[in-house]
């Protein structure tokens, strides 16, 4: 493919997933040789990481006049948009009327939902726009119910692995994530205790954001109980210590588009207990590598708990390795994200509607090259 001008418009820069996930398809882009622009609406401490990539981001307001400035400014036509998150859509709004070779890229669930219903601006753009993408099957499933033209592929992340790790005696499960209810942890704590009567040789380590008021309604839940570690936030070292130091990943959510937590589990080759409202649950084979249980259900989670308990948890550990090499890793969502520019610029040279008739007068209609109509040609009286 040749050069091609390329602009990708972030939220924000904060340290998590949508911005980080945007900075590695800046990375893709810009290694297979095109030239990569990024807007962003509002600053944030991932700027370094961009512009040691060789990124300058530039900060544009999510309103129309700037949106409209900063596009007579770059005094370029850029071939390729890509519009990052829901709160981008008022530039998804403007851009639709300039090119063809745009997508939105969604990376929210319930947030949907909510948007929906509550921003008729929002619901017009989202129910119409031709082009989306998003980061798992489930969060295509949610998407779906507004919009059927929605293509996925999964989140990655870079291999780390250096060797299993299993505890000496009895499973330590670990949690790392923000402490609040959509994350299912109140329901972990309590699973936990209830197992932890009955093999007191199991353990659970927190690691996450501290402050929260859940996260102090469960430590005093906890605090008789030595076999609940809290270790607060952790980075680097400390959080290669957290996954080191524990057997099974915990990943309870209600609701989650594709935590990178659960993909960076496999890769590290954590058995793995997620749930059917997770979008990186793709990366569970259920029963062979981990457990996938129904959201919310303390039940399900107690048995998973217990079952883990019993079973070779080494073997469950390799199988998860194998999971993520075979669907987690760079090499494959650089293809993926390449495709998707490739797929775009194809797309936006196809005629909207197209017609052919065939020798024996069937007649078929196309939107965007797919058949959306098939009939036969009546014959002329």
Sequence with gaps: ??????????????????????????????????????????????????????????????????????????????????????????????????????????????????????????????????????????????????????HWFPNAIADNFHEFHKSKSGVTFGYIGSVIQVKGIDLLVNAFLEINKENPDTRLIIAGCEGLPLEQELKKLTKNNKNVVWMGQVQGAEKENFFNSIDVLCVPSLDDPCPLTVIEGAMLGKAIITTDKVGSNYIVADNVSGFIIKSGDKEQLVAAMKKIKSIEIEQMQRESRKQYLKQGTLNRERRDVLNMLKYTINLSKTKIFQKTVSKKGRVRIYFFGVKIASFKKKAMK
């Design 1 to 150: 493919m040749k050069k091609k001008n390329i602009l990708l418009i972030s939220h924000d820069l904060n340290v998590c997933g949508a911005p980080n996930s945007l900075l590695r398809q800046a990375k893709y882009f810009k290694q297979a040789g095109h030239d990569v622009t990024v807007w962003t609406l509002a600053d944030g401490p991932l700027r370094p990481r961009y512009e040691e990539a060789g990124f300058s981001p530039v900060v544009v307001n999510n309103s129309y006049d700037a949106i409209v400035d900063a596009y007579d400014k770059t005094q370029k036509n850029f071939d390729f948009i890509l519009c990052n998150t829901i709160v981008t859509y008022k530039f998804v709004r403007f851009f639709k009327n300039i090119t063809k070779n745009l997508v939105w890229f969604i990376r929210e669930t319930k947030l949907v939902d909510d948007w929906i219903r509550e921003n008729p601006e929002f619901a017009k753009e989202y129910t119409s726009f031709q082009n989306i993408y998003t980061v798992s099957e489930y969060a295509a499933t949610v998407s779906k119910k507004y919009n059927d033209n929605i």
